[in-house]
């Protein structure tokens, strides 16, 4: 696993974060009852388009899992999400002329949706396999996130190739087999292992030939390039917010002023205001989520005390960091420390 990679880094789109939350509306839980104690805002989850990192979608799936007591519960959102949830990338697989430039398109940009993952296609004997590599441990998230890829996947053959023989279908999964598991092959079909290496999928080679029932070439270029152009921007550190969300990740207690941030990408003060405007948000605003951010991160997955969790924040006053956290999730540190650990593991 990559050491360079954070879970505290943006990592997935908010779009997987709402049709978990739809999920449990439809299952009558209410927008309080589903994001309580996880820190995140309903509104904010349903308006704003940047990616989540890694630590809030881990508190959201422990809370739904928590809440539906049903530990397959991201196979069943997998199943159920439309092809038009992926966005560009979404696009680019369905206008396709083959499952050949579908699952090349999976494996270029599935890292705009989903950058926790690592996508490699290679051949073995008369199969086509996909594995996914974790960029850090996904922990105790890891079977609900590699269920809904999994449900996902065959959601999106179907809707190139229509009806597929499943049997011929044969999925991997890196823990061992729950008490659940009849409930995977019941939504993937037989072809269903467990306590491998790593997650893969694999299909037989003759499948990649097969045309695609959406295939638009017109459309393809016009998604391809789309999607070209954001992973572009992603190998070029994002967008300004993006940007300076890791730059203050990188950051241990002494963060920059908005001056001495502007002055290290060697812009004017008021050009990096402007420019984080434009994207919906502010120094400030950044800096608090960053902050916020680490707190419920070392509070929930460190033995470390609240006052050196304050003073890793830079904090100089505990009771400070306890107010402003209070501000922030409505309790305070040690509350809220003691109600994660309550909930329980997936």
Do not use: K
Request: with cysteine; aromatic share 8%; proline share 5%.
């Amino acid at each position: 696993m990559s050491s360079t990679v954070s879970p505290l880094q943006p990592c997935l789109h908010p779009i997987y974060a709402r049709l978990l939350c739809a999920a449990l509306c439809q299952r009558g839980f209410d927008e309080a009852q589903i994001l309580l104690g996880t820190g995140l805002d309903w509104a904010q989850l349903h308006s704003d388009n940047r990616s989540l990192n890694f630590a809030q979608v881990q508190r959201l799936v422990r809370r739904a899992v928590q809440l539906t007591d049903c530990p397959w519960l991201g196979l069943q959102v997998g199943c159920a999400t439309q092809v038009s949830a992926h966005g560009p990338v979404g696009y680019a697989a369905l206008a396709c002329a083959d499952l050949r430039g579908v699952l090349q398109v999976l494996e270029r940009f599935s890292v705009l949706r989903l950058s926790s993952l690592r996508l490699t296609g290679y051949l073995e004997g008369e199969r086509y396999c996909v594995r996914a590599d974790e960029e850090f441990d996904l922990g105790d998230v890891r079977e609900h996130i590699l269920a809904t890829i999994a449900g996902t996947f065959l959601r999106l053959l179907e809707a190139v190739c229509g009806t597929l023989p499943v049997g011929e279908l044969r999925f991997t999964f890196p823990f061992a087999e729950p008490a659940w598991g009849a409930r995977y092959r019941e939504l993937l079909g037989p072809g269903v292992d467990f306590a491998a290496d790593c997650y893969s999928v694999s299909l037989p080679l003759a499948w990649l030939d097969r045309p695609s029932l959406s295939a638009d070439p017109q459309a393809a270029r016009i998604a391809l390039r789309d999607c070209e152009h954001q992973l572009l921007g992603v190998r070029e550190g994002g967008d300004w917010t993006t940007r300076v969300q890791l730059r203050l990740l990188a950051c241990e207690g002494r963060y920059p002023t908005l001056g001495q941030l502007a002055d290290e990408y060697h812009l004017s003060e008021r050009t990096l205001i402007r420019r984080l405007r434009d994207e919906g948000g502010n120094y400030q605003q950044l800096l608090d989520e960053v902050r916020q951010e680490l707190a419920c991160w070392l509070l929930l997955n460190t033995p470390l005390s609240v006052e050196a969790v304050a003073e890793r924040l830079g904090y100089q006053d505990t009771s400070n960091f306890s107010r402003t956290f209070r501000r922030w999730l409505g309790m305070t540190p040690n509350a809220w420390r003691n109600g994660q650990l309550a909930v329980p593991a997936p």
